[in-house]
């Protein structure tokens, strides 16, 4: 028995178990990840290192939080996955049993909200071999968040945001075969339309056409190395530098991390780049296309639309009726082209497009519970001109 209890649920709901078997390759990859969290605070702990533990503790948080939960959200949301939830239950608990020394009143707090038990510092230290241990899963899947990192960091570099389909990541890595598997991650994570994988070999860079551009930090660099950083500047500009591991030749003169960075530019002006920590690169397309640029504009509706429903105090699950008035015809043809994935998202029953004030939807508005509208300037999202969004619980009207 590994605690006081279950996961308990105030009202009615699903109660969590304890377990640690599931198959779904997300509940694996927790499972493999908590493990390596116990092993590894453990020893810090025991090694009195507890500014290492708390590392330990953030950065499994990042894991827990803005990649498990977040990536899970449908199948928590469709309420009949066990697993997600036993899976979670698990995970917390234990996390806050080996985050107890640390943050010993919190922690205690989270885990007799989690448990119903006396006290988390009445209960045993985790013992990470009741989890399963996949090295391989954990490593790939880190790499795919890592992937997935560096990508949306280049679409905050040129200003894409993260709504507007893109056409192709490249991923050019020793490791592609196993990364495929998760293709399907990645294109939803980075929101584009295909993920290409190419091996790293010699002639990556001149194969996809890039340069390395190197720049030295003379104000890291000069108290080091005194007069020679201008020789180093002349050096890096003329190209004469190597890269060795960490550090990198430049003149003749070595240069230390921190003195100097590395950039990799492309021949091509709509392609973004960026390295990968592990090795290899991330090549993102970034042209668009009135098409992408449509169902971008979509994709910002359905944000707003999802807004206006919980403005309007509506549950997740009911049915509405949505209009969308605008003062532009290019926003209301790029969003007709994709009426019915705007209504799938949104559980609109019916959806209606127009320029002018409709009487129906006025009356509407005033008699049906649940109504909301939201007013968009032009250019607050990727519309041209004004947008009016209706929304109201399509049970309460007739129209």
Avoid: C
Wanted: hydrophobic share 45%; proline share 3%; net charge negative.
């Amino acid at each position: 028995e590994h605690v006081e209890g279950t996961g308990r649920v105030e009202g009615t709901g699903y109660e969590a178990q304890w377990r640690t078997e599931s198959t779904n390759v997300l509940d694996r990859y927790l499972n493999a990840k908590t493990r390596q969290l116990v092993l590894d605070v453990t020893d810090q702990l025991e090694a009195l290192d507890s500014p290492m533990a708390a590392a330990k503790l953030r950065d499994f948080g990042d894991v827990l939080t803005n990649w498990y939960v977040r990536r899970s959200r449908d199948r928590f949301w469709a309420g009949t996955d066990t697993e997600s939830f036993d899976t979670l239950y698990t995970v917390l608990e234990t996390l806050t049993r080996v985050a107890a020394p640390l943050i010993p009143l919190v922690g205690d707090e989270i885990w007799r909200g989690l448990t119903a038990g006396r006290s988390v510092h009445l209960t045993d230290w985790p013992d990470a071999t009741v989890f399963p241990a996949d090295d391989e899963l954990v490593t790939t899947m880190d790499r795919v968040r890592a992937i997935a990192s560096a990508g949306l960091s280049l679409r905050k570099s040129m200003s894409l945001r993260v709504r507007l389909p893109l056409a192709k990541l490249t991923v050019v890595s020793d490791d592609g075969a196993s990364l495929a598997q998760f293709a399907d991650i990645l294109l939803q994570e980075l929101n584009v339309k295909s993920v290409d994988f190419s091996p790293l070999e010699a002639d990556s860079f001149e194969r996809f056409g890039i340069t390395q551009k190197l720049t030295v930090n003379s104000r890291a660099a000069g108290p080091r190395i005194g007069k020679q950083v201008q020789t180093v500047i002349k050096a890096a500009r003329a190209g004469d530098w190597e890269a060795t591991g960490d550090t990198v030749v430049v003149g003749g003169v070595e240069l230390l991390p921190g003195e100097f960075e590395l950039a990799l530019q492309s021949a091509d002006d709509q392609n973004a780049i960026a390295f990968l920590a592990d090795g290899g690169f991330v090549i993102l397309d970034t042209e668009t296309t009135p098409e992408l640029e449509s169902e971008g504009l979509a994709r910002d509706m359905i944000r707003v639309v999802q807004d206006t429903r919980k403005a309007a105090g509506l549950n997740v699950s009911d049915r509405i009726a949505l209009s969308i008035r605008g003062e532009a015809s290019a926003d209301l043809e790029a969003l007709t082209m994709f009426q019915s994935t705007i209504q799938a998202d949104t559980l609109a029953t019916e959806l209606r497009f127009g320029h002018d004030a409709d009487p129906a939807v006025g009356a509407a508005l005033g008699s049906a519970a649940g109504s909301q509208r939201t007013t968009l300037i032009p250019g607050q999202y990727a519309n041209t001109g004004a947008l009016v969004i209706d929304v109201w619980k399509a049970a309460s009207v007739d129209v």
